[in-house]
Protein backbone atom coordinates (compact mmCIF):
# COMPACT_ATOMS: atom_id res chain seq x y z
CA UNK A 1 0.00 0.00 0.00
CA UNK A 2 1.44 3.45 -0.60
CA UNK A 3 0.68 4.38 3.12
CA UNK A 4 2.23 3.34 6.42
CA UNK A 5 3.64 1.71 7.98
CA UNK A 6 2.46 4.10 10.74
CA UNK A 7 5.47 4.50 13.40
CA UNK A 8 2.53 5.00 16.42
CA UNK A 9 -1.63 5.06 16.44
CA UNK A 10 -1.37 9.01 16.49
CA UNK A 11 0.42 8.83 12.64
CA UNK A 12 -2.20 6.31 12.39
CA UNK A 13 -5.04 8.81 13.01
CA UNK A 14 -3.34 11.46 11.29
CA UNK A 15 -3.69 9.86 7.70
CA UNK A 16 -7.23 8.74 8.60
CA UNK A 17 -8.23 12.22 9.16
CA UNK A 18 -6.77 13.20 6.05
CA UNK A 19 -8.32 10.17 4.18
CA UNK A 20 -11.82 11.56 5.66
CA UNK A 21 -11.08 14.56 3.88
CA UNK A 22 -10.79 13.23 0.60
CA UNK A 23 -14.36 13.27 -2.01
CA UNK A 24 -13.32 10.08 -3.84
CA UNK A 25 -12.66 7.83 -0.65
CA UNK A 26 -14.89 6.26 2.14
CA UNK A 27 -12.75 4.23 4.39
CA UNK A 28 -14.57 1.58 6.78
CA UNK A 29 -13.92 0.53 9.61
CA UNK A 30 -14.83 -3.26 10.26
CA UNK A 31 -15.77 -4.45 13.97
CA UNK A 32 -15.80 -8.10 15.46
CA UNK A 33 -19.34 -9.11 16.71
CA UNK A 34 -17.84 -7.79 19.90
CA UNK A 35 -17.68 -4.08 18.32
CA UNK A 36 -14.19 -4.36 18.56
CA UNK A 37 -12.09 -2.53 15.23
CA UNK A 38 -10.98 -5.41 13.43
CA UNK A 39 -9.80 -3.81 10.24
CA UNK A 40 -10.57 -1.31 7.84
CA UNK A 41 -11.79 -1.26 4.03
CA UNK A 42 -12.41 1.84 1.79
CA UNK A 43 -14.27 2.84 -1.38
CA UNK A 44 -11.90 4.26 -3.52
CA UNK A 45 -11.93 5.91 -6.61
CA UNK A 46 -15.56 6.72 -6.46
CA UNK A 47 -17.01 7.65 -9.44
CA UNK A 48 -20.72 7.84 -9.76
CA UNK A 49 -21.10 9.57 -13.23
CA UNK A 50 -19.82 6.67 -14.33
CA UNK A 51 -21.20 4.16 -11.81
CA UNK A 52 -17.44 2.96 -10.98
CA UNK A 53 -16.34 2.12 -7.47
CA UNK A 54 -13.31 0.21 -6.00
CA UNK A 55 -12.63 -1.61 -3.07
CA UNK A 56 -9.02 -0.80 -1.14
CA UNK A 57 -6.95 0.01 1.64
CA UNK A 58 -7.89 -3.67 2.85
CA UNK A 59 -6.23 -4.18 6.15
CA UNK A 60 -7.34 -7.27 8.33
CA UNK A 61 -5.96 -7.66 12.12
CA UNK A 62 -4.76 -11.20 12.29
CA UNK A 63 -7.62 -12.29 14.30
CA UNK A 64 -10.07 -11.56 11.07
CA UNK A 65 -7.70 -12.28 8.55
CA UNK A 66 -9.32 -15.84 6.48
CA UNK A 67 -12.72 -15.77 8.99
CA UNK A 68 -16.22 -16.47 7.57
CA UNK A 69 -16.35 -12.67 8.59
CA UNK A 70 -13.99 -11.06 6.40
CA UNK A 71 -15.79 -12.60 3.97
CA UNK A 72 -18.91 -11.60 5.17
CA UNK A 73 -17.32 -7.55 5.70
CA UNK A 74 -16.09 -7.71 1.48
CA UNK A 75 -20.18 -8.97 0.72
CA UNK A 76 -21.54 -6.29 2.96
CA UNK A 77 -19.48 -3.82 0.90
CA UNK A 78 -20.22 -5.22 -2.43
CA UNK A 79 -23.72 -5.26 -1.87
CA UNK A 80 -23.97 -1.92 -0.47
CA UNK A 81 -21.88 -0.75 -3.74
CA UNK A 82 -24.29 -3.09 -6.34
CA UNK A 83 -27.86 -3.07 -4.55
CA UNK A 84 -28.15 0.20 -2.33
CA UNK A 85 -26.17 2.71 -4.54
CA UNK A 86 -26.80 1.00 -7.98
CA UNK A 87 -22.86 1.20 -8.98
CA UNK A 88 -22.33 -0.91 -12.29
CA UNK A 89 -18.94 -1.63 -11.75
CA UNK A 90 -16.85 -2.96 -8.90
CA UNK A 91 -13.08 -2.77 -8.99
CA UNK A 92 -10.12 -4.46 -7.20
CA UNK A 93 -6.64 -3.57 -7.79
CA UNK A 94 -3.26 -4.67 -6.03
CA UNK A 95 0.08 -5.21 -6.24
CA UNK A 96 0.36 -7.81 -8.53
CA UNK A 97 2.85 -9.73 -6.43
CA UNK A 98 0.25 -10.04 -3.25
CA UNK A 99 -1.24 -13.39 -3.95
CA UNK A 100 -3.09 -13.37 -1.26
CA UNK A 101 -4.84 -10.03 -2.49
CA UNK A 102 -5.11 -11.33 -5.53
CA UNK A 103 -6.96 -14.95 -4.37
CA UNK A 104 -9.14 -13.07 -2.39
CA UNK A 105 -10.58 -10.95 -5.34
CA UNK A 106 -10.77 -14.10 -7.38
CA UNK A 107 -12.38 -16.37 -4.52
CA UNK A 108 -15.24 -13.46 -4.02
CA UNK A 109 -16.07 -13.62 -7.91
CA UNK A 110 -14.09 -10.56 -9.65
CA UNK A 111 -12.43 -11.65 -12.56
CA UNK A 112 -8.72 -10.59 -13.78
CA UNK A 113 -8.73 -7.83 -16.76
CA UNK A 114 -4.92 -7.70 -16.88
CA UNK A 115 -1.50 -6.09 -15.66
CA UNK A 116 -0.66 -2.48 -15.67
CA UNK A 117 3.25 -2.38 -15.44
CA UNK A 118 4.98 0.07 -13.65
CA UNK A 119 1.41 1.67 -12.65
CA UNK A 120 2.80 3.52 -9.72
CA UNK A 121 5.62 3.69 -7.60
CA UNK A 122 5.37 2.53 -4.18
CA UNK A 123 7.92 3.13 -1.28
CA UNK A 124 10.45 3.09 -4.07
CA UNK A 125 9.72 0.84 -5.96
CA UNK A 126 7.90 0.42 -9.52
CA UNK A 127 3.96 -1.49 -8.67
CA UNK A 128 2.79 -3.67 -11.61
CA UNK A 129 -0.99 -3.23 -10.41
CA UNK A 130 -3.37 -6.51 -10.91
CA UNK A 131 -6.69 -5.12 -12.21
CA UNK A 132 -9.83 -7.08 -10.86
CA UNK A 133 -13.23 -5.84 -12.01
CA UNK A 134 -17.31 -7.53 -10.89
CA UNK A 135 -20.04 -5.72 -13.07
CA UNK A 136 -23.51 -5.28 -11.85
CA UNK A 137 -24.98 -8.30 -13.83
CA UNK A 138 -22.33 -10.74 -12.61
CA UNK A 139 -22.62 -9.50 -9.14
CA UNK A 140 -26.85 -10.24 -9.77
CA UNK A 141 -26.04 -13.62 -11.55
CA UNK A 142 -23.32 -15.52 -10.06
CA UNK A 143 -21.01 -13.60 -7.31
CA UNK A 144 -23.87 -12.26 -5.33
CA UNK A 145 -25.99 -15.38 -5.14
CA UNK A 146 -23.03 -17.79 -4.57
CA UNK A 147 -21.69 -15.61 -1.37
CA UNK A 148 -24.95 -15.73 -0.08
CA UNK A 149 -25.11 -19.24 -0.33
CA UNK A 150 -22.09 -19.10 1.17
CA UNK A 151 -23.05 -17.12 4.20
CA UNK A 152 -25.67 -18.80 5.28
CA UNK A 153 -25.91 -20.59 8.19
CA UNK A 154 -27.11 -23.82 6.47
CA UNK A 155 -23.33 -23.76 4.82
CA UNK A 156 -21.55 -23.98 8.03
CA UNK A 157 -21.81 -27.25 10.19
CA UNK A 158 -21.60 -27.50 14.31
CA UNK A 159 -17.96 -26.99 14.69
CA UNK A 160 -18.18 -23.72 12.28
CA UNK A 161 -16.47 -25.85 8.69
CA UNK A 162 -17.93 -25.25 5.86
CA UNK A 163 -20.15 -27.72 4.18
CA UNK A 164 -19.72 -26.26 0.15
CA UNK A 165 -16.59 -23.78 -0.64
CA UNK A 166 -17.29 -20.60 -2.24
CA UNK A 167 -15.72 -21.53 -5.38
CA UNK A 168 -18.07 -24.40 -5.88
CA UNK A 169 -21.49 -22.46 -4.87
CA UNK A 170 -19.80 -19.48 -7.67
CA UNK A 171 -19.33 -22.05 -10.60
CA UNK A 172 -22.86 -23.97 -9.93
CA UNK A 173 -24.31 -19.87 -10.37
CA UNK A 174 -22.13 -19.33 -12.98
CA UNK A 175 -23.78 -22.24 -14.99
CA UNK A 176 -27.10 -21.43 -13.44
CA UNK A 177 -26.68 -18.06 -15.22
CA UNK A 178 -25.76 -19.42 -18.46
CA UNK A 179 -21.96 -18.94 -18.43
CA UNK A 180 -19.07 -21.21 -17.91
CA UNK A 181 -17.66 -21.78 -14.45
CA UNK A 182 -14.28 -20.44 -13.98
Known sequence: MPWGPFDNGDAYAEWVEGSVQADDVEFLAICSLEGEPAGVAGYLNIVPEMG??????????????????????????????????????????????????????????FLYEGTFAQHRVTKGRNRDTAWFGLTDKRWRDAAGPALRDWLSPDNFDESGGQRRRLRELRGRAEVEAGGEPL
Open 52 to 109: SIEVGGITYSPELQGTTHATEAMYLMMAHAFDDLGYRRYEWKCDSLNSPSRGAAERLG
